[in-house]
């Protein structure tokens, strides 16, 4: 059973572009939450999404960034307009259920220059 | 609200035991474990509900008490492995499955 899958593993923008994450969750599994992670730093909750639905996007930033769980494919997180401090790593973990433990993916580093 | 995890770090020796503390201020639903090494993923570790529940596998083993809202994480007789940072994540009493990381505790373990 493959584990969470995340790429790109890194991502390297100019300040103002476009930058596109992606994660496949564990097959059987249709919760997927994003964090995000800054140097010597814990893990900062973005969003909570299941299969089409946002469920808890408490700590997403309002302007600039948008995540997505379509029906088919992998989870998407979206930052528009990239600046210097979205410099971060970047994790989805996926869970078989509610309330369940968590498995991560590689996480994607982003760099923005 | 973030979880507050004792010590900060922790220098051991191989085969010496360490615990590593987990304190919120609100109630907790469930606290969930992981074990982080440099450039790498989080690892599960485990998870303890309400209720007092103790878990435990190999030499690593978890308590959480909900009265005291923390959780206390146990490695005896440590390995080279276990060197890494470990996070608690917390959830909140209405189970709200967003969990809430505490900044994390290093532990190096030395030959």
């Known amino acids: 059973n493959a584990g969470v899958m995340q790429n790109p593993r890194h991502l390297v923008r100019r300040r103002g572009q476009e930058a596109r994450l992606r994660c496949s969750p564990m097959k059987g599994h249709s919760h997927v939450y994003w964090y995000r992670q800054l140097p010597e730093e814990g893990l900062k909750f973005m969003v909570y999404?299941?299969?089409?639905?946002?469920?808890?996007e408490s700590g997403m930033p309002k302007e600039r960034f948008s995540a997505e769980f379509p029906k088919e494919g992998p989870s998407i997180l979206r930052i528009q307009q990239v600046v210097r401090g979205d410099s971060a790593a970047y994790f989805c973990?996926?869970?078989?259920?509610?309330?369940?433990?968590?498995?991560f993916g590689p996480g994607t580093r982003l760099t923005v220059t | 609200q973030q979880p507050v995890q004792s010590p900060q770090a922790v220098i051991l020796r191989e085969g010496e035991d360490a615990v590593i503390n987990c304190s919120s201020s609100?109630?907790?639903?469930?606290v969930h474990w992981y074990r982080q090494k440099h450039g790498e993923a989080p690892v599960f570790l485990m998870i303890l509900l309400k209720g007092g529940e103790q878990k435990g596998h190999d030499k690593i083993s978890a308590s959480f008490n909900e009265k005291k809202q923390q959780s206390s994480l146990y490695l005896t007789a440590s390995q080279l492995s276990y060197s890494g940072t470990y996070f608690c994540?917390?959830?909140?009493?209405?189970?709200?499955?967003?969990?809430?990381f505490g900044k994390g505790t290093k532990l190096t373990v030395n030959p």
């Open positions: 999404l299941q299969k089409e639905n946002i469920i808890d």
């Open positions: 973990a996926s869970s078989p259920n509610r309330g369940r433990e968590q498995y």
């Open positions: 994540g917390t959830e909140g009493e209405g189970g709200s499955e967003k969990l809430v």
């Open positions: 609100k109630a907790l639903y469930s």
